[in-house]
């Protein structure tokens, strides 16, 4: 039987504690995050048994016992869409999955006060080869009044009014790290008990790092000061900081998960090809720049904080860059002296 440490906070019982005295607080926070939690230990069920689809089935085919087995990243955005729907605290969804948001309209979620925006399994090219991939996922309050279903503009409101965000990563352990304006604090998913334990109370991302994460494939397709920034990472030594380290492994939230913990910063630019990069404002950007701000870094697309820009489409996309406040400081002292 495993020994349970009782010192340790499970979600729930952090989540509730915390946001229990905040002014106006009504539970229905707490009762969103605890079903996110829900949904996450789901997936985390499936995506460990991933490299078993060859022996299960693959996607689009019936399995042994005779399901339907669906690709992940499906079966992630429905049971994520599932459990909030279920839950009484949120109004809505919309997610890198679905072409339009969903307004579950009835009763119950007509009344709710949040809407939640998802990426349910970002990085998923890096299944096949059993790498970390995760869940991406922001909070807001809904404009619309309550009584109504959620509209358009309840999902397309800039970063800065986020009330919660957060991402799972499920790597050598799954973790559900979430950042309200009070702090981000991580929770480990412990198998024995099936819960996640809080393993991480109050990460701040360290003000500079040695780290930088890029996809240099893509270093020709970018626009001169990101070179000059790139190039300045690669000649540091250690008479100015260095040297640096190049880390890249393609599932945004293991790099920027790490970045954060560690120091330093992430950069998806826009290209030649493609000006606004590959990242979706909404459901990438967003939560992430929201977390790292929080815990003491920064986030721009180049030109201004990420969480500034007002969004017009829910699927648009924005250059990134993310991290240690000192390399930002030092990447933009790079793009504003190359014209
Ligand atoms: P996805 O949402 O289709 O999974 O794409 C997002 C992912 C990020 O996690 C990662 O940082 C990036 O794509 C990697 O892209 P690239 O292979 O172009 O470097
Ligand atoms: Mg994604």
Do not use: W
């Not at 790597?171 to 309200?180: C, F, I, W």
């Not at 397709?221 to 690669?234: A, M, R």
């Not at 648009?316 to 014209?339: N, W, Y």
Request: with cysteine; glycine share 10%; net charge negative.
């Amino acid at each position: 039987m495993s020994s349970i440490n009782r010192t340790v906070l499970t979600l729930d019982e952090f989540t509730i504690q915390s946001l229990r005295n905040l002014p106006h607080a009504t539970g229905e926070l707490s009762s969103l995050l605890r079903d996110i939690g829900l949904a996450a230990k789901r997936v985390n069920v499936e995506v460990n048994k991933a490299g078993l689809v060859d022996i299960l089935g693959d996607a689009g085919t019936v399995n042994v016992q005779g399901e339907e087995v669906k690709k992940l990243d499906v079966y992630a955005n429905n049971q994520f869409m599932g459990v909030l729907q279920r839950g009484v605290s949120c109004a809505g969804i919309a997610s890198e999955e679905l072409d339009d948001f969903v307004a579950f309209d009835d009763d119950v979620s007509n009344q709710s006060k949040y809407v939640c925006l998802f990426d349910p399994l970002d990085g998923s090219g890096n299944i096949d080869v059993n790498v970390s991939i995760g869940t991406i996922f922001s909070v807001y309050r809904r404009i619309s009044p309550k009584g109504t279903p959620v509209t358009k503009e309840d999902f397309l409101q800039k970063g800065r009014n986020q009330v919660a965000a957060g991402y799972v990563i499920y790597g050598s352990s799954t973790m559900l790290v979430y950042a309200t304006r009070r702090g981000v604090n991580g929770f480990t998913l412990d198998p024995s008990i099936g819960e996640f334990c809080l393993s991480h109370p109050n990460l701040k991302c360290p003000d500079s790092g040695k780290i930088y994460s890029v996809n240099h494939g893509n270093f020709f397709q970018l626009e001169d000061g990101v070179k000059k920034y790139i190039n300045l990472c690669q000649n540091k030594t250690k008479d100015n900081g260095g040297p640096y380290t190049q880390r890249y492994i393609g599932s945004m939230v293991a790099d920027v998960h790490r970045n954060l913990i560690k120091g330093g910063i992430f950069m998806y630019p826009g290209t030649i090809d493609k000006p606004k990069g590959k990242l979706r404002l909404l459901y990438e950007c967003n939560p992430f720049a929201f977390i790292v701000e929080v815990a003491g870094g920064r986030a721009t697309n180049g030109i201004q904080p990420i969480l500034d820009i007002e969004p017009s489409e829910l699927h648009q996309r924005s250059p990134f860059f993310v991290g240690s406040s000192q390399m930002m400081d030092e990447l933009e002292s790079c793009t504003t002296t190359v014209a």
